[in-house]
């Protein structure tokens, strides 16, 4: 428990148990981002972070209960969940596979049932390569539907709040404690799907044919209309995001290879002297990238209702073979263009689950994570 566990918080009450990933405010907790040098210099928090604050009326009206605060990936800066500080969160799937990252110990909170929900961030698929990884759901939401105050940083312009859960229908729960009146918006939108079935537009990109073919087997079965689509510009869009977030991520913690060089895991170092080398052009380049980029996916939401594609092109892998985990993630371009994603577990003949990502125009969460609700869930994964 202590490697899923930062902080754990054995208070009494009722409802919902809800983690909240280390790198949110918790009042009275200091908050670590999962690193050796943030957390010698850390005090109590004074405040919660602003998106807690919601969670807060749920826990006194006794609707929720806050468990503790997670562990993570450094800094949030890695998508493996490897922590040579605080340990490795366990892949409840399969020990000897990473947890994915960055919000490891939130996905396996929920996972292993140590919480009912989380909160987690996703910048670069921090929420969704973990819920992916751990067999559980996650939702990327629409950039800035969350605040952000109190939440630490690592690339702004890229960071989301969002939460994790078992399922879809718990991760209308987990969002309607951090956005009250969400659940009731996937309820509507539910019975808009009841009226008309979605056109899905499905994005074929390089991948494992077993998870291809469990994602196309959940899209028919969740009753939606799909219909092949491309985006030739997803490896610039990728590329892109990899900047922006490599040069927002050095003027966020930059300054920690300076001041605390051995309070910084070797992994993350080496990511931070790699954005210190980010240039100016290659950001102006990154932003015209992002400015195209985000013209195609306004197109093609004009033809189709919802994109589909895995949310990780491969199995999650071993431990030791960890850095492989990067060539596989299908996650970055949607944080360039700020849209919503929900990543849910879908069956395969195998023991492992895949995972569908589904991901849509700006203010879709509900629309997503009511679609997503329809996809038949792994058996062996049910509780």
Not at 125 to 144: D, E, F, H, M, Q
Not at 167 to 177: F, N, Q, T
Not at 186 to 192: K, P
Not at 291 to 310: H, K, Y
Request: hydrophobic share 50%.
């Amino acid at each position: 428990m202590r490697a899923v566990f930062i902080t754990f918080l054995a208070g009494a009450g009722t409802g919902t148990t809800i983690a909240v990933k280390d790198c949110v405010a918790v009042a009275g907790v200091p908050t670590t981002a999962g690193c050796r040098a943030v957390a010698e210099l850390a005090g109590p928090a004074e405040a919660d972070a602003a998106c807690l604050a919601p969670v807060r009326a749920a826990e006194s009206a006794g609707r929720a209960r806050l468990v503790g605060t997670t562990n993570l990936h450094e800094l949030t800066f890695g998508i493996t969940g490897r922590n040579p500080w605080f340990g490795t969160p366990r892949n409840p799937l399969d020990p000897n596979r990473v947890p994915g990252g960055s919000s490891s110990g939130s996905a396996v909170a929920v996972a292993t049932g140590a919480a009912e929900v989380a909160v987690g961030t996703d910048t670069g698929g921090s929420i969704r390569i973990p819920a992916a990884c751990c067999g559980v759901a996650g939702l990327k939401p629409t950039t800035g539907r969350l605040p952000v105050a109190g939440v630490r940083p690592l690339a702004p312009s890229l960071d989301t709040v969002g939460p994790l859960a078992a399922d879809a229908p718990g991760l209308a729960r987990a969002m309607d404690l951090l956005e009250p009146g969400f659940a009731a918006a996937v309820a509507a939108a539910g019975a808009r799907l009841d009226a008309a079935p979605p056109l899905v537009g499905r994005l074929r990109l390089p991948a494992e044919p077993a998870i291809d073919a469990a994602c196309d087997a959940a899209i028919e079965a969740a009753g939606a209309r799909p219909r092949d689509v491309t985006l030739h510009r997803w490896p610039q869009a990728t590329a892109a995001a990899r900047t922006v977030l490599l040069a927002e991520a050095w003027q966020t913690d930059g300054y920690l290879l300076r001041t605390a060089p051995n309070g910084i895991g070797e992994d993350v170092a080496a990511r931070l002297h790699l954005a210190s080398a980010v240039s100016a052009a290659e950001v102006a380049r990154a932003a015209r990238v992002a400015g195209l980029w985000s013209g195609d996916l306004d197109r093609l939401f004009g033809t189709v209702d919802v994109l589909a594609l895995p949310t990780l092109s491969g199995w999650p892998p071993e431990l030791d073979r960890a850095d492989g985990l990067d060539a596989l993630r299908l996650t970055l371009p949607v944080n360039l263009a700020g849209l919503p994603a929900v990543a849910v577990p879908v069956p395969t003949r195998g023991p492992l689950p895949a995972s569908l990502q589904l991901v849509g125009p700006a203010g879709s969460d509900a629309l997503l994570v009511a679609l997503a609700a329809r996809v038949p869930r792994p058996a062996h994964l049910r509780r």
